[in-house]
């Protein structure tokens, strides 16, 4: 499951690879609600080494094209399709910028892993090259954010604390381990669990040094939506059980991915072998700096 060429590679077709890395949130809290409704957060981001994948040839067409396996949305509502013409109407009346995108989603949707915003940044990263618009991160972030709270997160490239309702981002260094990350076969609502009035709201903060960007996952590990949404999803309920045999089970975002980190490969993979005999399940590796950043974007 790992990506399967380096960021730029181009095939014989003209193709150019981009690696859409997905994300864990290995702690979650909701510090307050704000008048305009929106939740004011604190979540520790780390990237992940496996992902979807994206193939794009740019032309001087105005048509944004899209191919691609994942049929639960019709192409032109893909994030993929969003961000492409999202960043070309930076261009103005430029309107000969066009592109043929071929999405490989590897990756389950509602899962908590961030795939569709990763999907898009990388969309953004990808295009801002081979268009040479030259726009920067902090552009290409403002963007992101128009299409999605975690987008900008994927565009920086980095693991990171995320403060504000999840726009402030610090740079964060994570100790880089190995997790098994099970989908129990459930997507969930993020909007009906946001709004869910059995939500703590109130949780306290984490103290953050920017200063000092080591993390020390000693005392983290939790998520204020995992006790509900255990109560609101058996599966997940199901899974977290299970999993909690083997370590610290932790839901991931608003769910419905549940995870546990070890310290070397190979104790990861023997609870993957007996996760996989009743989900699906993902073996990943925790990476700081995303593999987009090859590319010097």
């Not at 009906?192 to 984490?206: Q, V, W, Y």
């Not at 939790?222 to 083997?246: D, G, M, W």
């Not at 996989?276 to 993902?282: A, H, M, P, S, Y």
Request: glycine share 8%; proline share 4%; hydrophobic share 40%.
């Amino acid at each position: 499951m790992r990506f399967t060429h380096p960021a730029g590679f181009i095939d014989a077709d003209g193709f150019s690879y981009w690696p859409a890395p997905i994300k864990l949130n290995l702690e979650l809290r909701i510090l307050g609600q704000r008048d305009d409704g929106y939740h004011e957060l604190q979540t520790l981001f780390q990237l992940l080494d496996i992902g979807d994948e994206l193939w794009i040839k740019a032309n001087n067409t105005a048509d944004i094209g899209l191919s691609t396996d994942y049929a639960e949305v019709a192409a032109e509502d893909n994030l993929v399709v969003k961000a492409a013409k999202a960043l070309r109407a930076t261009a103005g009346q430029n309107v000969s910028l066009g592109a043929h995108l071929k999405l490989n989603k590897r990756m389950p949707s509602g899962a908590g892993l961030g795939g569709g915003s990763s999907d898009a940044a990388t969309t953004l990263i990808a295009l801002n090259q081979l268009w040479s618009l030259n726009l920067s991160n902090a552009e290409l972030c403002a963007i992101g954010a128009t299409l999605g709270a975690d987008v900008p997160v994927f565009v920086n490239g980095y693991s990171a604390w995320a403060t504000g309702i999840g726009e402030v981002l610090t740079k964060a260094q994570i100790p880089e381990k190995h997790f098994v990350i099970v989908y129990p076969d459930c997507a969930i609502n993020t909007a009906k669990i946001f709004s869910h009035p059995a939500l703590t709201r109130d949780n306290k903060p984490i103290k953050l040094r920017a200063s000092r960007p080591e993390v020390d996952l000693k005392n983290l590990g939790y998520n204020v939506f995992q006790a509900l949404v255990s109560k609101l999803y058996p599966a997940v309920k199901e899974a977290i059980e299970f999993l909690n045999q083997y370590g610290k089970a932790t839901l991931t975002g608003t769910g419905s991915s549940v995870f546990l980190s070890f310290d070397n490969a190979r104790e990861a993979s023997k609870i993957s072998a007996l996760c996989k005999q009743r989900w699906l399940t993902l073996e990943a590796k925790g990476i700081n700096s995303s593999p987009l950043t090859l590319t010097g974007q």
